[in-house]
C-alpha cells in the first residue's frame, strides 16, 4: 500500500465548488499593499473585500496616485436589482462603523475630514448622527458650521457638548488641584493622600525599622500642612487667535478658561480675534455656547488684540495677559512689541503661548516671538493644565 500524495491527505481535501480559506496574514498584506498585489496574495473575499473598498473610498483620492499614473474609478455598491449606485458618505460611515475597531473609525473619519475635506461629514445631517465625538470633528465642526443650516447646526452641537465635556472632565481637577494651596514646612493632622511627607513620615518612624525584613513599620504617618492662597484683585486676560491653523487652541483656551471661571478672586477675560476683536467674556461660563460663536479664519491682528486687552488691566501688578498664537503678525508687529514693553514695564505679565492643545507642538514665528520676549513676555508652549498652574503660582506670590 502506498502512502498518500503530499496534499491528498483526509485533511487536504478539496469538495467541488468549496472556497479556500484565505490566509489571514496574506489578506492584511493585499489591504496594504492595494490591488496590484492580488496576483501574490490572491483575491479578497467577504469582510475583507468591504474593507478594501472602504479604504479604497476614502484613501483612493491621494493625489499621490494620478502621479504614479493609478487610476481610480467612483466605488460602488449593489442595491437589489437597482444596479451599482455611487457610495455616499453616509454608506461609507456606516461600513466603516461595521468593519473596523473604534480607534480605526476615528482615525478613518479623522483623515476624511482633514486631509481630504470630505466636508459631508460634519455637515450632512444623517452622517452627522452617526459619527463618534472627538476632537478632530470637533475642530472640524467650528470650521464648517458657517455652512450649516439650523438643523444641521443642532446636531453639530452634539459633537461640541461631547467633545467639552470630555475635556472638562480631565482639565478641571488639574485647574482645581493648582488652587488649593501650596505646601507649606509645618505638619498637619489632616490626613489627605496629597499632602503625605515621605521623607518625614520615614525619618519619625526610624525607631521601628526591622532589619531583618528590611521595613520600616509606618505608626505615625506625616501629612504637610498647605498654606491658604491670595487670590484677591487678580484677572486673567485670554487673548486668542481664531485663525484657522488655531482651531486647538481655541478649543482648549475656552475649555481653560471655563474651568478658571468663577474661581475666588481671579477675574477671567476671554477675548478672541483675527482682524477684529470679539470679547466672549459673557460666554465663558458656557464653553459650548462660546465655541458655537467662534468663527474660524481670516486674517491676524495680534497687535490690535494686545491694545484691546491692554485697556482691560485694572491693577498691571495684578494681572496676566496670556496671548495664544502663532505669532503670524498680519498687523503691524512693531505696534505689537511696543504694547507688550509697555505692559510689562508697568509689572503686568505677559504670556506668550504659542500651542494650547494637549500636544503642545509648537509652531510659530520664531523671529517675532523672539522680540517679545525681549520685550519681557514670557514666550513658549504650554498645555492647558500647565496654565492653571502658572496662573496659580503667580496669584499665590
Not at 125 to 132: D, G, K, M, S
Not at 284 to 294: F, I, Q, S, T, Y
Not at 383 to 397: D, I, K, N, Q
Request: proline share 7%; aromatic share 4%; net charge neutral.
Amino acid at each position: 500500500m502506498t502512502a498518500p500524495a503530499p496534499g491528498s491527505g483526509p485533511e487536504a481535501v478539496h469538495l467541488p465548488g468549496a472556497v479556500p480559506v484565505p490566509d489571514p496574514g496574506l489578506e492584511r498584506w493585499r489591504l496594504i499593499l492595494g490591488a496590484p498585489a492580488e496576483r501574490c496574495t490572491g483575491p479578497l473575499g467577504g469582510e475583507a473585500a468591504a474593507r478594501d473598498a472602504a479604504l479604497e473610498w476614502l484613501y483612493g483620492r491621494d493625489p499621490d496616485r494620478d502621479r504614479r499614473g493609478v487610476r481610480r474609478g467612483p466605488v460602488t455598491k449593489r442595491e437589489g436589482g437597482d444596479g451599482p449606485s455611487v457610495v455616499t458618505a453616509v454608506d461609507w460611515l456606516d461600513d466603516v462603523h461595521r468593519l473596523f475597531p473604534r480607534e480605526t473609525i476615528e482615525r478613518l473619519e479623522r483623515d476624511a475630514v482633514e486631509h481630504y475635506g470630505i466636508d459631508e461629514i460634519v455637515t450632512d445631517p444623517t452622517v452627522l448622527e452617526r459619527v463618534e465625538p472627538n476632537a478632530i470633528l470637533l475642530r472640524a465642526v467650528l470650521r464648517t458650521k458657517h455652512l450649516m443650516n439650523p438643523e444641521v447646526l443642532r446636531l453639530a452641537r452634539r459633537i461640541v457638548e461631547a467633545v467639552v465635556r470630555q475635556l472638562l472632565e480631565r482639565l478641571e481637577p488639574k485647574v482645581r488641584r493648582s488652587f488649593t494651596g501650596t505646601r507649606s514646612r509645618r505638619p498637619s493632622r489632616l490626613p489627605l493622600a496629597r499632602d503625605f511627607d515621605f521623607h518625614g513620615t520615614i525619618r519619625a518612624n526610624l525607631a521601628h525599622y526591622r532589619p531583618a525584613e528590611r521595613r520600616v513599620l509606618i505608626e505615625r504617618p506625616r501629612f504637610h500642612s498647605r498654606t491658604r492662597r491670595h487670590l484677591e484683585q487678580w484677572q486673567l486676560v485670554l487673548l486668542v487667535d481664531q485663525s484657522g491653523s488655531m482651531a486647538g487652541s481655541v478649543i482648549h483656551s475656552a475649555v481653560t478658561a471655563a474651568c478658571l471661571w468663577g474661581l475666588p478672586g481671579l477675574r477671567t477675560h476671554l477675548v478672541a480675534f483675527d482682524t477684529d476683536v470679539v470679547d466672549l467674556t459673557r460666554d465663558v461660563a458656557d464653553p459650548v455656547e462660546l465655541l458655537m460663536r467662534v468663527q474660524l479664519g481670516g486674517g491676524t491682528d495680534i497687535a490690535r488684540a494686545v491694545d484691546y486687552g491692554a485697556s482691560l488691566v485694572d491693577n498691571p501688578r495684578r494681572c496676566i495677559v496670556a496671548l495664544v498664537t502663532d505669532f503670524y503678525e498680519g498687523g503691524d508687529a512693531h505696534r505689537l512689541v511696543r504694547t507688550v514693553r509697555a505692559l510689562t514695564e508697568q509689572g503686568t505679565t505677559v504670556l506668550g503661548l504659542a500651542a494650547l492643545d494637549e500636544e503642545a507642538v509648537p509652531a510659530y514665528d520664531r523671529l517675532l516671538a523672539q522680540r517679545l520676549a525681549d520685550a519681557g513676555a514670557h514666550v513658549g508652549a504650554m498645555t492647558p493644565g500647565r496654565l492653571a498652574s502658572f496662573v496659580a503660582e503667580r496669584l499665590g506670590r
